[in-house]
Nanobody, 121 residues
Framework: VQLQASGGGLVQAGDSLRLSCESSARTFSWTSVGWFRQAPGKEREFVAGISRPGENTYYGDSVKGRFIISRTNAKSTVYLQVNTLKPADTAVYYC???????????????WGQGTLVTVSS
């Protein structure tokens, strides 16, 4: 399963972005998907996750209430709507897919290349 993350960019604090994670693999709809981020000098952090049918969503504490994850299986795309961005959200955002589990504890085996989000104050 190959994943393509996109949608990052340079924005100001308070702005919004929509990140996309796309896959042409038919098996993509069988996977749960997660978004992670990694800022310079920091460990990778779980941001959000969505289950295979899309009915269960999971969020990291730092983004609850600001980020929204959704998926459209017909289009093999998972979106991450990131709202009210803060400079602390600056990081490379990665999407990943798991065949087992969902959310922060899922076994993610497929990873996209990442998209950079930079938030200026």
């Amino acid at each position: 399963v190959q994943l393509q993350a996109s949608g990052g960019g340079l924005v100001q604090a308070g702005d919004s972005l929509r990140l996309s994670c796309e896959s042409s693999a038919r098996t993509f709809s069988w996977t749960s998907v997660g978004w992670f981020r990694q800022a310079p000098g920091k460990e990778r952090e779980f941001v959000a996750g969505i289950s295979r049918p899309g009915e269960n969503t999971y969020y990291g504490d730092s983004v609850k209430g600001r980020f929204i994850i959704s998926r459209t299986n017909a289009k093999s795309t998972v979106y991450l709507q990131v709202n009210t961005l803060k400079p602390a959200d600056t990081a490379v955002y990665y999407c990943a897919a798991a065949l087992l589990g969902a959310g922060p504890s899922a076994h993610y085996v497929y990873w996209g290349q990442g998209t950079l989000v930079t938030v200026s104050s």
